[in-house]
Structures are given as structure tokens and as C-alpha cells.
């Protein structure tokens, strides 16, 4: 039973484990003995784009068109795509002066792309794979080579291999906790998880709540679950309905595959697996730019109307006309806008229980990455402090090194509101403890807070507390007049990941398409 434990990305992807793959060390070979040709042109094509970065449209925007997508996340310009495709005319409007959303790369001082937002990809995520593979943007195996590091407050720091941290305080519990979460989740309908037989009383309940009636040592257990809540949903195990968290785990594989926690928390064959060559908004970055005229920057939508059999759609640039909308914010965002006629009731109680995370992300960057050196993996666990789930978040070629720490829930709560310098001492402590004294002395230290993202409100992903799901849940989705609804949060799977967004705006390109 898998209980390495990194955090789900805000997204991800990767084709089914059955597709051939390089392994971690050819790759690196490959890098050695070609003078590391592959990710160098890598790190070019990222400055390319970083350099070209798509304008979108300027001027007035257009009086009217078919269809306006509202957000150019990944999930917006998908929609857009498929709609443009589809012959239609369209315009994606967006808040911010960047595409991307949730999806954002970060340019190191000491050269290299790491990403401030989603990052990972794994099996079973062949939508944003195709899309990647597509638009030219190549993945690399996230470095998973060596032993990890646990730190515990009873046993105190070990270094172990495979999956298992070494802790007989908390391995029976884990082992029968993940196991009795795989069979329930297998049961979990993915399209309505509301529709089980169970799903009240399960929606009744915390995880949390769920770990307490089944483990001996709760504490220990739930203390390590957190450490794929907090970076995972940007919560604690006691804020999550158990019914959304089965949901999640069920959505963790496609029509094919079987959703698990392991393939959901695993860096191997799981959900962390992989990461893109120049950084995962290169994505969105690239497909903009095909979109050309059809994404406006720097339009917040203020008012959805619709009226006289259309929907005027009011931005900061100008009114635009259209027949459908598709909107692909984040939930909360939603309800900033002004509409009428007003939404549902079950909609808008919807939207107003689904709070976004809290988490963030904090990097420390060294010239090289040293824990290698000492057979040292990058990822870490600990039951305190600012570091509680730490990957190695390098570029491709290794160099620099980074180290990330995901700061998400209580531990944000705790360490988010410091001042900057008192975090990044926190944090920096908390690498030094898994992998000495080395790490409290990066070249550079950068963090990215999701809450304080005005057009995202948090993150990774909008989540459901105990008692919202059941009574909520089934508006998801459900098409409002003449308005259609994606974003990664609708997703029936990998929702809160990459994949998520692609098939979510997929989905909304087909329901227009058919009504129009």
C-alpha cells in the first residue's frame, strides 16, 4: 500500500502506464552523453516563449460573437479551441494580463523554469498529454532516484527507500485506512457521487471524523494524511467531506482505469510522475497564442444578462454580445459577478461552499542539488513545522537545485500570515532538518500564496467541507439558460488537476456545439 504521500499538483497528466516510456536513467544519460542537447533546447523554447508571450486581442473587442469563454486557464482556451474548430465565433475574456490561471512558471535568477502553480503529471491524464504533445511541450521524469526522508516527533529522522515511511507507530493504521479508502472509492460514481447509497452519511462526515472511528493511533495516522491534504486540497483532513475526498481518489484514473489513492498520491506510476520541459504554463502560453484574436487579456467580466434570446457578457473592455457563454472560473470568482437573471439557488449554494484551499508554494534554490549527492531523493515528510510535504523541484537539467515546500492548510494558517523573512526562515529550517545544514543557505528563495491571487482566491482546488456535496453537488454542471459551466472543478475526472481542465472544457465545447 502506497503511502509516500506527494502532494496531487494543482493538475496534471501523463498517457496510461501501458504506453513505453524512457526510464529516469536513460533520460539522464541521454542528457550526459548528448551534452545535454534536449534540455537545453528545452530551457530555449521556454525563453521563446516567455519572450513572445501572446498579446490576445487589442482595441475594442467585438460587438457580438457565437460564444464567449470566460477565463484562459487551461480549461477556458480548451473550450475555445473546440469551439473555434467547430467553425463558431469566439472570444475568451480574461482577468488577468496573463493566460494560465492556476497554471504559472516562475524564471529563476539562476537560470531555469519552475512552476508557482500546477506542475505535475502522471498515468491516466492523456487529455493534457495530448495537448502538451500537440503544441511541442515535452515532459521529464520528476527525479524519484534515492531514499526519501521522514521526520516524526517520536520516532525521529530516517531515511527509507520505496513507498512506506518507516514508522510501526502508524503503518498497521495506514495500511487498513487506504485500503478500506480504495474499496469505497471504487464505489463512488464519479459523474454523481451524491447517487451512492452511502453518500450521506459519508458526505455527514469529515475525513477526519473517518480517520478517528477506524485507527488506533488517529493522531499519528491523520497527521500523515495531512500531508497530502494540506498540499493536495490546501486543508486538513477535518475540513474535507469524506464523500469528496472518495470522489477525488475515484476520479484518479479514467474510463478505463480505476481511481486509487496510490495512483492519486505517488510519484512513481502516480499523479507526480512527471513534469514539462520549460514549465507546465508553457501549455496555455502556447495554445493562446494559436488562438490569436479569440483571447482578450485584461478583461474582467462585470455582469452576465441574459436577455432578448442572448447573453450580454460586460467586461472592463467593453460589452460583447453572444448566443452561449461558457464560463471556466474558479468557483468563487463566480459569484463576483453580477447576474441576471440571478443563478439557481442550488448553483449559487453551490458556489458559496465551495471555498478554494489555502496553499502555497515556497522554493529554495541552491547552485546544485545537493541531497542527490547523499542518496537523497528530495522528497520529504514531517508531522511539523513549515515543511511538511517537500519535493525536489529542479528544472530538467538538474541545475540548479530547488527545493519546494507546500505550505497548505493549518500550516498556512500557522505560517502563511508570518512576514516573508520569518517563513523563509521557517521554511528553510524545515529542509535543513531533512537534509542538513546546506539548505539554509539557497541562492535565491521565491514563494507564490495562492490566497492572495485576486482572480483565484486560493488553491489548488475548490473544495467540499462535510454536509455540502449531497445537497449541492448535482448543479455542478447543470447548464444555466444559455450558460454552460467548465473549469477543472467539473470534471468527472482528475478534476483539481490539468487533465481536469482539458476535459472540462472538452465537455462545455460539446454542449454549445450541440446547441448551436
Known amino acids: 500500500m502506497a503511502l509516500h504521500l506527494p502532494p496531487p499538483s494543482y493538475a496534471g497528466a501523463q498517457r496510461s502506464t501501458e504506453r513505453p516510456t524512457l526510464t529516469r536513467r536513460s533520460v539522464l ?21 516567455r519572450s513572445a508571450s501572446p498579446a490576445g486581442h487589442q482595441g475594442r473587442l467585438p460587438r457580438t460573437v457565437d460564444v464567449v469563454v470566460v477565463g484562459a486557464g487551461i480549461s477556458g482556451l480548451v473550450a475555445t479551441r473546440d469551439l473555434l474548430a467547430r467553425g463558431l465565433d469566439v472570444l475568451c475574456v480574461e482577468a488577468r494580463d496573463r493566460v494560465g490561471g492556476r497554471v504559472l512558471n516562475h524564471e529563476l535568477r539562476a537560470g531555469g523554469v519552475i512552476e508557482a502553480g500546477g506542475a505535475f503529471v502522471g498515468p491516466t491524464q492523456g487529455r493534457i498529454t495530448a495537448l502538451a504533445e500537440e503544441l511541442g511541450v515535452r515532459t521529464f521524469l520528476q527525479h524519484n532516484e534515492g531514499n526519501s526522508v521522514y521526520i516524526s516527533s517520536l520516532t525521529g529522522r530516517q531515511e527509507y527507500a520505496g513507498t512506506v515511511p518507516p514508522d510501526p507507530t502508524i503503518l498497521p493504521d495506514a495500511a487498513v485506512l487506504l485500503t478500506r479508502i480504495d474499496m ?30 477506524n485507527a488506533l493511533n488517529a493522531d499519528g495516522v491523520g ?60 501549455v496555455p502560453l ?4 494559436r488562438l490569436g484574436d479569440a483571447v482578450a487579456l485584461d478583461a474582467a467580466v462585470r455582469q452576465v444578462a441574459q436577455v432578448d434570446g442572448g447573453v450580454l457578457v460586460r467586461t472592463t473592455r467593453g460589452t460583447v454580445r453572444a448566443r452561449r457563454v461558457v464560463v471556466a472560473a474558479p468557483p468563487p470568482m463566480v459569484l463576483d459577478i453580477d447576474w441576471f437573471p440571478r443563478l439557481p439557488t442550488r448553483r449559487l449554494q453551490l458556489l458559496r461552499h465551495m471555498d478554494m484551499g489555502q496553499l502555497m508554494k515556497c522554493d529554495a534554490v541552491y547552485e546544485t542539488p545537493f541531497w542527490r549527492e547523499d542518496g537523497l531523493n528530495g522528497f520529504g515528510i514531517s508531522d511539523s513545522g513549515a515543511a511538511r510535504a517537500v519535493f525536489d ?53 521565491t514563494e507564490q500564496d495562492w490566497t492572495k491571487e485576486r482572480w483565484t ?32 472543478e467539473t470534471s468527472t475526472y482528475w478534476s483539481g488537476y490539468m487533465d481536469g481542465a482539458v476535459r472540462a472544457g472538452e465537455r462545455a465545447a460539446v454542449e454549445v456545439g450541440e446547441r448551436l
Not at 472509492?185 to 473517518?210: C, I, K, N, R
Not at 500557522?414 to 524545515?430: D, I, P, T, Y
Open 286 to 289: 502556447r495554445l493562446a497564442r
Open 393 to 445: 523541484n529542479s528544472p530538467a537539467s538538474g541545475s540548479p537545485g530547488v527545493l519546494l515546500a507546500f505550505v497548505g492548510g493549518s500550516t498556512w494558517r500557522e505560517f502563511g500570515v508570518l512576514s516573508r523573512k520569518a517563513r523563509r526562515e521557517a521554511v528553510l529550517q524545515g529542509f535543513a532538518a531533512m537534509f542538513g545544514e546546506r539548505a539554509l543557505f539557497p541562492v535565491e528563495y
Open 184 to 213: 469505497m472509492a471504487a464505489e463512488v460514481d464519479v459523474s454523481a457521487p451524491w447517487s451512492h447509497p452511502s453518500a450521506q452519511e459519508w458526505d455527514a462526515m469529515s475525513l477526519g471524523e473517518f480517520i478517528r472511528r
Open 223 to 282: 497527521n500523515l494524511i495531512k500531508a497530502w491534504t494540506q498540499p493536495g486540497f490546501g486543508a486538513d483532513p477535518d475540513e474535507l467531506s469524506l464523500l469528496f475526498v472518495l470522489w477525488y481518489v475515484a476520479c484518479s484514473g479514467d474510463e478505463q482505469n480505476v481511481g486509487t489513492f496510490s495512483r492519486n498520491s505517488d510519484t512513481a506510476n502516480g499523479a507526480q510522475e512527471r513534469r514539462f520541459v520549460g514549465g507546465s504554463q508553457l
Open 29 to 49: 544519460a541521454a542528457g550526459a552523453t548528448t551534452g545535454g542537447l534536449l534540455l537545453t533546447a528545452g530551457a530555449a523554447e521556454a525563453a521563446r516563449d
Open 457 to 488: 482566491g486560493g488553491g489548488p482546488t475548490a473544495i467540499h467541507a462535510p454536509g455540502t456535496l449531497t445537497d449541492f453537488g448535482p448543479a455542478i454542471r447543470k447548464v444555466f439558460g444559455r450558460v454552460h459551466w467548465a473549469g477543472t
